[in-house]
């Protein structure tokens, strides 16, 4: 299991994610179901992840999390 895998677990039921705003790049969702009770998603090649973040990220930490996702996705 690559750690990218363990940082950002797969969203397996893809329900109505919300759109929220795009941050370097990557474009994060509310979860459907959990709302803000779960941290919120981004959308990688057409698969949503949890992001990590319960509040909008600035744009350091989104690159940041760009980046992790390209050395282990």
Known sequence: M????DLFADVKQQHDHTYLDT???ISF????KYGDECS???KYNGTFYYSG???????YEAEE????V???A
């Open 40 to 42: 919120m998603l981004f």
């Open 2 to 5: 690559t750690v990218f895998n």
């Open 23 to 25: 941050v370097a790049g």
């Open 53 to 59: 973040f319960y509040d909008k990220p600035n744009w």
């Open 29 to 32: 969702y509310e979860h459907g």
């Open 70 to 72: 390209r050395q282990y």
């Open 65 to 68: 999390l760009k980046y992790t």
